[in-house]
Every structure is written in structure tokens, then in C-alpha cells.
């Protein structure tokens, strides 16, 4: 006996919501409008960031350039060895983006290089003021049109406070009750029983009963007014309803948090029948990114590649962490050789930094739940950890390419 993964009434309230934010091809096609270079920046500039931006598309331009480092090393690529991707995380608002771009200018004017990652990991509470107030998109805009990564992506936590009204709203487009606790006299926030807290355990992971439904009214809402078009997921749940969801809307795309315990080929396979059941026409899934999770081998990471290959899926990249920061797994980890192994295997890799392998102060999980106030205060510390996240994994990516391994950065690196 084969049960689906959503029932009728399911799909009906998933649909609903959809339609209540004008639809898959409204959707799809507003995320376009928001992305583009001259849209983004004449918001910002009517929201207070012009100069910001103005200094952003200054210090890209001092920027190192790996073909000079191809050049000076006489880099050659095997084509038989896999691909390495360079992401890192914590880019975490605008300020602290910016300062991390002074950073890297900085560092280039003294001959230090340090390359921008080809994708950005933001874990920033979607709050009504963060989304509409120009602090993402600047953030967005520096990271994608200017220093041009080819992802960034943000983080919805279910727990946050949201609007009274706006839970009202959702209830009558869905048909759902949310279970929710009065947090002042405009808002509430979905109660998280496993810890209790706005935010929840591990940024969102209690994804119970129909508040799968408060996630993707969350990316929905980020997407239209951002162009944001690529979301963690750290709940078996709310993957589901996001595979569903996305399968008519192609530029809305999803990763898999390696929080989720994505630990063996087993549970692997459990996704792998998650994006079977709501692929696109193309054979893509709207997961863009899977992170195997930290207790896995090399070996394990390999013959999850091979598996994807045989499913036939396309367009989805295998991510692992290198380095994680000492509140979130072991002390002293590393998996350096383990990537080495992938990639020498042929099997592509995009290589992950939680943090630098230091115990340096904010590179921890504290940095991600900090409030807007105190994020901003500091911003230069928290950009400090970008920059030096971003070093080590230029290091590790020069490292490869002298093996002969290709490695991949943010397009202003070219």
C-alpha cells in the first residue's frame, strides 16, 4: 500500500494560499521583477540605502580576481574530478554584508585575497520590518547584483511574531486554526511547544500541524516584496508543502538544512521520494540544495550522489560543511579530507562554512538570533566573521584548484 504525502484537503489549503498571493505565474514573475538591478535600486534609494549601495559597487570593483590567481599558479583543471562550490554562511542584513564587502577590499588593497562565495546562507528571523523596511533587499542586492553570488539564501522562522490580523487572514483563506500566543496588543507568534520560545527549536524545525502553511505564507510574502527566490527548510513538513508548492512556480527554489539529520543514504532516499512525487515537467525539483549532515562520511556523501544521478532528478547540488561553529556539533570539526575525497572521486561538492575552524567571538549560533538592535551594533563584528569565513574558503578553493580541482566562486571573481 503507497499513502501520498498530501491529502486532498492538503493540497486545497496549500492552493488556496497560493491563490490568495495572486497565483504561480503572479508569483513567478513578480520574484523576476524584484530581482532586477535597476528595480532593486531605485527602492533602496527611496528606503535610505542608496548610499550603501553606492559603496557596494565601489569596493566590488578592488575585488581579487581569480584568473589572476589561475595565471600567477599555471591552474589546469582535471575534468574527471568533481566540482567544487564555495558557500558561507551568516550574511546576516545589510550591515553586516557591507562591512564584510570593506573587508574583502581591504584585504585586496594589501594583497590579501579572499574570494566572494558563489552562494550565501542568511539565518535571519523574516520579520515584517526586515522584509519591508530595505534592510533584505539591500542585503540582496549587494550580495546578488553586485557582488553577483548565485544564490543567497534566507531563513523563515515560523515562531516569529507576526501581525494578529495577519493569522486571522490565513485562517479564513485556509480553512486552518494556528495555535497562537498573544505576544503585545498587534501581535501573536505560533506556539512552539518543544522549547517554547518565538523562534523555536533550531530556527523553526517544530513545523507542527498545519503550520506548514505559516512558512510558506512567510517565503511567499519575502519573495513578492524582495525577489528572494531561495529559502532553508529544516522540517520534514514543510518540505513537502514547499515540493508541492513550487512545482508550478520555477524560479522559487528550496535547500535542505543539514539540521534536518540528513545522516545516511536512508534518509537521503526519504527525499529523493519527496521530490519524485512533485517534480516540474523538467525533471527539477524546487529543492535546489541538499546538506548532508554532519555525522556522514565521505563514502555516504558519494553514494548520495550516485543515487540522485540514477533517480534522474536534475539541478540539484550536494552541500557539506567543512568547517561548523562550536555551539552547533563537535568541537575541532573538520571534513577537509572527506571533501577531497568527493571531489577526487568525481562526485561534485559544494563545500560549506559555518564558520573559519576558529572559536572567534559571534561565529556562533548566538550571532543568528540576535535581535535587529543588536545586530546592527554588531555589525562589524559579525561582518569580521564573514570576511574570515569567506578567506578560509578562498583558501581551501585555492587548494583544490592546485589539485586541479574547479572551483566556483560569486561571478565578481571573474
Known amino acids: 500500500m503507497y ?7 492538503d493540497k486545497k489549503a496549500i492552493d488556496a494560499l497560493k491563490e490568495h498571493h495572486g497565483g504561480a505565474t503572479k508569483i513567478s514573475n ?8 535597476n528595480t532593486r535600486k531605485k527602492i533602496l534609494e527611496k528606503k535610505g540605502f542608496g548610499d550603501m549601495i553606492s559603496d557596494a559597487e565601489k569596493l566590488v570593483k578592488i575585488f581579487p580576481k581569480i584568473p589572476d590567481f589561475e595565471k600567477k599558479h599555471n591552474i589546469s583543471y582535471n575534468s574527471s574530478l568533481g566540482t567544487a562550490t564555495a558557500q558561507v554562511s551568516g550574511w546576516q542584513g545589510a550591515k553586516v554584508t557591507h562591512h564584510a564587502m570593506k573587508r574583502i577590499a581591504e584585504g ?9 562565495p558563489s552562494e550565501f546562507i542568511s539565518v535571519v528571523a523574516l520579520t515584517d520590518n526586515y522584509v519591508y523596511n530595505g534592510d533584505l533587499m539591500a542585503t540582496l542586492m549587494m550580495s546578488e547584483n553586485i557582488m553577483k553570488a548565485k544564490k543567497f539564501c534566507s531563513t523563515n522562522l515560523i515562531g516569529i511574531p507576526q501581525p494578529k490580523s495577519r493569522f486571522k487572514e490565513l ?3 485556509t480553512g486552518k486554526k494556528f495555535e497562537v500566543a498573544e505576544v503585545d496588543e498587534e501581535n501573536a507568534a505560533i506556539i512552539l511547544k518543544n522549547q517554547g520560545t518565538f523562534f523555536g527549536n533550531f530556527g523553526g524545525i517544530e513545523c507542527a500541524n498545519d503550520n506548514h502553511l505559516i512558512y510558506l505564507d512567510g517565503i511567499t510574502r519575502t519573495a513578492l516584496a524582495t525577489g528572494g527566490d531561495f529559502y ?31 545522516q545516511t543514504v536512508m534518509h537521503f532516499r526519504m527525499l529523493l521520494n519527496i521530490m519524485k512525487s512533485f517534480l516540474r515537467d523538467d525533471n527539477t525539483s524546487p529543492l ?3 546538506n548532508i549532515g554532519n555525522g556522514a562520511t565521505a563514502d555516504t556523501f558519494i553514494q548520495c550522489a550516485k543515487e540522485l544521478e540514477a533517480s534522474g532528478i536534475k539541478g540539484v547540488s550536494l ?9 552547533l556539533g563537535m568541537e575541532g570539526f573538520n571534513w577537509t579530507n572527506n571533501a577531497f575525497k568527493v571531489l577526487e572521486n568525481g562526485t561534485n561538492l559544494t563545500f560549506k ?6 572559536a572567534r567571538e559571534l561565529d556562533t549560533m548566538e550571532a543568528y538570533f540576535l535581535s535587529e538592535e543588536e545586530r546592527d551594533e554588531n555589525a562589524k563584528k559579525i561582518g569580521d566573521v564573514i570576511y574570515y569565513k569567506s578567506l578560509r574558503a578562498t583558501q581551501d578553493g585555492k587548494n583544490f584548484m592546485k589539485k586541479g580541482i574547479k572551483a566556483v566562486f560569486g561571478e565578481s571573481s571573474y
Not at 319 to 327: C, F, G, K, S
Open 232 to 262: 532553508l527548510n529544516p522540517s520534514w513538513s514543510s518540505i513537502i508543502a514547499a515540493c508541492y508548492y513550487g512545482q508550478d512556480i520555477p524560479n522559487l527554489h528550496f535547500k535542505i538544512s543539514m539540521l534536518l539529520s540528513t
Open 319 to 327: 552541500a557539506a560543511h567543512i568547517y561548523i561553529n562550536p555551539d
Open 30 to 37: 513578480t520574484i523576476k521583477e524584484m530581482r532586477k538591478y
Open 171 to 173: 485562517e479564513n483563506v
Open 108 to 116: 585586496a588593497k594589501q594583497g590579501e585575497e579572499c574570494f566572494v
Open 353 to 358: 562554512y559555518e564558520s573559519d575552524g576558529t
Open 288 to 290: 535546489y540544495e541538499i
Open 3 to 9: 499513502f501520498e504525502f498530501l491529502s486532498d484537503e
